[in-house]
């Protein structure tokens, strides 16, 4: 017998096909040990529910989707932001926060500061609320330490987090720590050196991550980053195009990195090559709304071409504070023109893919893990619609039902 079986009840597979969603309707569900073992018409059902599984559970018309995944985000920080983006909505520059001791350096600050439990602590709060609001994968980033021993500390308090999928990414190249300001390619070697090899040997980062911008490093400085994470078998991804275009994107394609984040300033070569290497493009809707940005992603462009396209939270402290797929998923919509499908798409089947994890999870499919959200809607449409609210019913991590 199965374990677990879920009728009277509508899926939305997101599995790619003519009908919107992948909908199967009055549908049902089966898992065994962790994995998908059954999903169809409930009519086709091989027998009598009760002859079929050890629990059979009713829905009641709910709809069923894959647990949502967020694959940006930066949820391990050791304080939060909120008096600095008060000083700004007061009028406060950027340059008189900083010489306060305000922007990333003050979380890099507070997180060297922070013990792993405390680390742990705030960062579960944050994870709740994503559990809260459907979502059962979680990649988080490390990136305010900046040094080997905080990195790592960083990574270990994410692998901590418990009540979710969590998949852990190095962020060292995320920007220049104070004591090496005089000394770009000093810290470059310390990632590439001591690092990526640290973190790959203790099998604390899935992958590795840098912030190539004006701002943050160039490309022949990710060129290092990239080349160190790959000889240590880990695969890249990046921040890229956001601010400036310093071809972020071409430069992940060419090193057939898992996404390419933010993506205002994306041009044509960029999408091009993603879409040769299968490279995910990733929005982060919070970020531009809290930013007040005004440069728009190119949405067609990237339809166009065939790039899948993920959408995720990219929770921090300084420029999105936000915990919440389904509000992402409205702002996809709302700001960048997504439907509600392809947004719906962008916190499942496509950000499975953004973490290299499409043969895992993502989509409601046999052999998939029973990762699973239901939710107490009339049209799955509505979980990109209700501003503000989350109409979870239940969360179902591999199997188990955690609501």
Request: aromatic share 6%.
């Amino acid at each position: 017998m199965w374990d677990t079986l879920l009728i009277d009840g509508h899926a939305a597979t997101m599995v790619a096909s003519e009908r919107p969603y992948g909908a199967i309707l009055n549908a049902a569900l089966a898992m065994e040990a962790g994995r998908i073992v059954w999903i169809g018409a409930q009519a086709d059902l091989p027998g009598a529910p009760g002859d079929l599984a050890q629990t059979v559970e009713s829905l009641d018309g709910r709809w069923i989707t894959p647990g949502l995944i967020d694959c940006h985000t930066h949820l391990v920080f050791g304080s939060n932001r909120a008096v600095e983006w008060e000083m700004r909505l007061n009028g406060a520059t950027y340059e008189e926060i900083a010489r306060a001791g305000g922007g990333i350096l003050s979380s890099v600050k507070a997180t060297r500061g922070a013990t792993q439990a405390e680390l742990v602590a705030s960062a579960q709060h944050r994870l709740n609320a994503l559990a809260a609001a459907g979502a059962t994968t979680v990649e988080i980033k490390s990136g305010y330490g900046l040094d080997l021993d905080s990195e790592l500390k960083m990574l270990r308090a994410a692998g901590d987090l418990t009540g979710a999928r969590i998949v852990r990414t190095l962020l060292a190249a995320h920007a220049l720590p104070p004591e090496f300001k005089d000394n770009r390619a000093g810290y470059i070697d310390l990632i590439c050196e001591q690092i990526i090899p640290a973190a790959a040997r203790a099998g604390l980062a899935d992958a590795v991550d840098a912030f190539c911008e004006s701002i943050g490093f160039s490309p022949d400085e990710v060129t290092r980053v990239f080349q160190a994470a790959r000889a240590h078998g880990l695969p890249v991804k990046l921040h890229a195009e956001q601010l400036t275009n310093q071809h972020g994107a071409a430069l992940t394609a060419r090193y057939h990195g898992l996404s390419a984040d933010h993506l205002e300033h994306l041009d044509d070569e960029g999408i091009a090559a993603m879409a040769e290497a299968g490279t995910v493009a990733v929005l982060l809707p919070g970020a531009f709304y809290f930013l007040k940005d005004t440069k728009l992603p190119p949405i067609q462009a990237l339809r166009d071409a065939g790039v899948p396209v993920a959408v995720a939270t990219d929770c921090n402290p300084g420029t999105s504070p936000l915990t919440s797929l389904p509000l992402a998923m409205n702002m996809a919509c709302t700001l960048f023109g997504l439907t509600p499908e392809e947004a719906l798409a962008g916190c499942t089947r496509h950000g499975a893919a953004a973490l290299g994890l499409a043969d895992q999870i993502g989509t409601l499919e046999v052999g998939k893990a029973a990762d699973l959200a239901v939710w107490n809607i009339d049209e799955p449409a509505e979980l990109a619609y209700w501003l503000g609210a989350a109409p979870l019913s239940q969360r179902w991590l591999s199997g188990r039902n955690l609501t």
